[in-house]
């Protein structure tokens, strides 16, 4: 509780960090599956669809998922301040349901990216709360330990995911494997009512246009925010770039996509890896060290990558490039636990809005900065290698610029309730 509302206790029910971490990641498992098992279905889409075969077009299956997920984050986090975590959350979930049902029932094209872009409204919610709530309970170092735990957890997803839709693909259609995200919607319902309400209602804030005007305003006038918050999105947009492309360029570039779902967990495995080893480095060194340190990593692994591709027409051989993207995205990937806790570090009593419009900057605009490297990227993997290089050097900077700010290491750090 932060001082000056010591007056208004509130009781929650006692929770281990164990519980509380698996808790946020399975938010997480949700919200990505809806990603993730969907990519190895892509070749049904199509041709359930009239698309042509290899066509980019289906890739907005994915993209407007983040447009819906980047757009909701606005509305729930200022939801979540007036409200309370668990009523914003339930909602959301409803939605993510809807979706998933239209989705399903798709007739043509255009209902199926409509359905995607609620169901994408939908995991904002999760997407928001997991942030929320974490920031709720934790601060500073002390989050991002939390963080990055949750998501070292978390990446099962992006593991088992792709594995589970190409199961399904052997059994069922495209369509089953919309279904089986009604199963984890319904599993977060229940653990939701069990886990209870974070928010203290001392931080309880009025859903009136000032106050919320007031929220987001905080995080583009707050300095340590605003550029953990630009660090985040430049890394974030390399990292999506890579979500949309993986299953084209392993498929059509490399001719491998029998094998994408294989190929796409041993990356996530190398992603897990590094979430379990990061906890160590945070609690050494600081938030904001592993942040510089991950990002100079993914920069330099990048640029490997890109002297190869140019060594290499643009197509390096199938191991190298996998090998430097993956190792690119391990340290990528880094950045979310570390930027996200020291960005909501100065947020304690606005954490659900901040975190909205945190979500929906690194989001949005990361998506944006996806976009023109999936454009770009037909019969090469160069434009991949050159986005994660200089959006990886904006990263750096921003990092870098960040350092001037105050530091973290003022801000109080709670113990879990």
């Known amino acids: 509780m932060s001082p000056g509302n010591t007056d208004r206790p509130v009781i929650r029910p006692r929770r281990s960090e164990r519980e509380v971490i698996a808790y946020l990641a399975f938010m997480g498992i949700l919200l990505a599956f809806g990603i993730d098992a969907s990519l190895p279905a892509f070749d049904q889409l199509r041709e359930a669809f009239g698309l042509e075969p290899g066509s980019n077009q289906i890739t907005l299956v994915v993209?407007?998922?983040?447009?819906g997920m980047a757009t909701g984050q606005l509305v729930y986090g200022p939801l979540s301040d007036r409200f309370g975590r668990t009523p914003t959350l339930l909602g959301g979930v409803g939605l993510y349901c809807l979706g998933a049902i239209g989705s399903i029932l798709a007739p043509g094209i255009g209902w199926l990216f409509a359905s995607r872009l609620l169901w994408g409204l939908g995991a904002a919610a999760p997407a928001t709360m997991r942030t929320a709530v974490a920031r709720d309970l934790y601060s500073g170092d002390q989050m991002a330990r939390v963080i990055s735990i949750m998501m070292w957890v978390f990446m099962a997803g992006p593991?088992?995911?792709p594995v589970v839709g190409e199961a399904?693909?052997?059994?069922?259609?495209?369509?089953?494997v919309f279904g089986a995200a009604l199963g984890l919607a319904f599993v977060q319902v229940l653990?939701?009512?069990?886990?209870?309400?974070?928010?203290d209602?001392?931080?309880?804030?009025?859903?009136?246009?000032?106050?919320v005007l007031a929220g987001f305003r905080s995080v583009f006038t707050t300095p340590i925010t605003l550029r953990y918050t630009l660090a985040l999105t430049f890394s974030f947009g390399a990292f999506i770039s890579f979500l949309g492309s993986s299953q084209p360029v392993i498929d059509r570039i490399y001719g491998r996509g029998d094998s994408f779902a294989l190929w796409f967990g041993l990356g996530s495995v190398a992603m897990t890896v590094a979430f379990l080893s990061v906890n160590v480095f945070i609690k050494r060194y600081g938030a904001h060290q592993v942040a510089v340190f991950s990002a100079t990593a993914s920069v330099a692994a990048s640029g490997l990558l890109l002297i190869a591709s140019f060594t290499a027409n643009g197509v390096p051989a199938f191991g190298v490039w996998f090998a430097l993207i993956t190792l690119a995205n391990a340290f990528t990937t880094l950045l979310t636990p570390t930027c996200y806790s020291l960005a909501l570090a100065p947020m304690g009593d606005r954490a659900g809005t901040a975190s909205g419009?945190?979500?929906?900057?690194?989001t949005a605009g990361g998506s944006a900065l996806a976009a023109i490297v999936n454009s770009a990227i037909v019969a090469t993997v160069t434009p991949m290698a050159l986005?994660?290089?200089v959006y990886g050097l904006a990263a750096l900077v921003l990092l870098r610029w960040a350092a001037r700010a105050t530091t973290?290491?003022?801000?109080p750090q709670p113990a879990v309730a």
Request: without cysteine; proline residues 6%; charged residues 20%.
């Open 408 to 411: 973290i290491d003022r801000v």
């Open 63 to 67: 993209t407007l998922y983040f447009v």
């Open 191 to 199: 653990w939701t009512l069990r886990f209870g309400e974070t928010l």
């Open 357 to 362: 419009v945190v979500g929906f900057v690194t």
């Open 201 to 211: 209602p001392a931080h309880r804030r009025p859903l009136e246009f000032r106050p």
């Open 168 to 176: 399904i693909l052997q059994i069922g259609s495209w369509r089953w």
């Open 159 to 161: 593991v088992l995911a």
């Open 387 to 389: 986005g994660y290089v």
